[in-house]
């Protein structure tokens, strides 16, 4: 099916005819489509209103990948969804804010451009030498809600991949004192949107490889990805580093977040250790003989 060059959407114009890279880019469209179905990202009741979806994008590798990967899942009608692409420009001295405007555009694919300047108030608010990841994210999601609302979206959607997904579990782990990291699909406080994040069982090594043999115009972020010593790029580098020294480790991490057994942890919300009985009562052979 991916195989035709004359069945193919405008993102994948220019695509390597490579066996590798066809090989990359089938894994990236059937790791995607596994987590749709797998966390039921898709209302399949056929009843239901047809679901629209904001696809964020920051012009990053991860964010190309994800709008091509739903994109082209979308044209095969694999995903019964609208897709609105939505960059959200912070006011960055120096964004390139032409950009993904144009590449839309040229590509044919539904999107929304919205200003809204969170970076002076990130600048302003927080001190100098701390990092500005966790202002800038809660300025940046609170803009994706009212503009999927004012949209009529059901869902933000995210471009965090596997990677992103076990960094913020050692994060969490190291730091936070928690079993925990990101859900692929939650619902927001307010209880009108959903977040979902497809790209949960891709590799970060396949989105950067998908990005750059597509040639799609990367804008970095110069905000958070400019500063030293973030605790998120210590995780990565120990986790490339496992990698390294035993390929495939990444992996099995990632398998043992979907394969969590409550009852061999120490939570006893998770699992009623309380209420464990033993199926026969031997009490009365360990009394001693009456008389």
Not at 61 to 72: G, N, Q
Request: aromatic letters at 8%; glycine letters at 6%; a neutral charge.
């Amino acid at each position: 099916m991916l195989d035709d060059a004359d069945d193919i959407h405008p993102l994948f114009n220019g695509a390597p005819s490579s066996t590798e890279f066809k090989k990359l880019r089938k894994r990236i469209i059937r790791e995607t489509r596994e987590a749709i179905d797998r966390y039921a990202m898709v209302d399949r009741d056929p009843n239901a209103p047809r679901q629209k979806w904001l696809v964020c994008l920051s012009g990053g590798k991860d964010s190309y990948t994800l709008l091509a990967a739903l994109t082209e899942l979308q044209w095969r009608g694999l995903l019964p969804v609208d897709l609105l692409a939505c960059n959200l420009d912070q006011g960055q001295p120096g964004f390139p804010a032409t950009v993904l405007p144009e590449f839309l555009t040229r590509m044919g694919v539904p999107h929304r451009i919205e200003y809204a300047d969170t970076y002076s108030i990130v600048i302003d608010k927080v001190p100098q030498g701390r990092t500005y990841c966790a202002l800038c994210s809660r300025l940046r999601r609170g803009n994706l809600y009212r503009i999927a609302r004012e949209e009529g979206c059901s869902a933000v959607v995210l471009g965090h991949h596997r990677d992103d997904i076990l960094a913020t579990f050692f994060l969490n782990l190291f730091h936070g004192g928690k079993l925990a990291t990101m859900p692929p699909k939650l619902l927001n406080d307010e209880g009108d949107l959903f977040v979902y994040r497809p790209l949960a069982h891709v590799a970060e090594a396949d989105c950067e490889a998908f990005s750059r043999a597509m040639n799609y115009p990367i804008i970095p972020c110069d905000l958070c990805g400019s500063q030293d010593g973030l605790q998120r790029q210590v995780i990565a580098r120990m986790l490339d580093d496992w990698e390294t020294r035993a390929p495939g480790r990444k992996g099995k991490i990632f398998s043992a977040l979907m394969n969590a057994r409550p009852s061999h942890l120490l939570d006893p919300a998770l699992f009623d250790f309380a209420g464990l009985k033993r199926s026969v009562d031997h009490t009365d052979d360990c009394l001693p003989p009456a008389g």
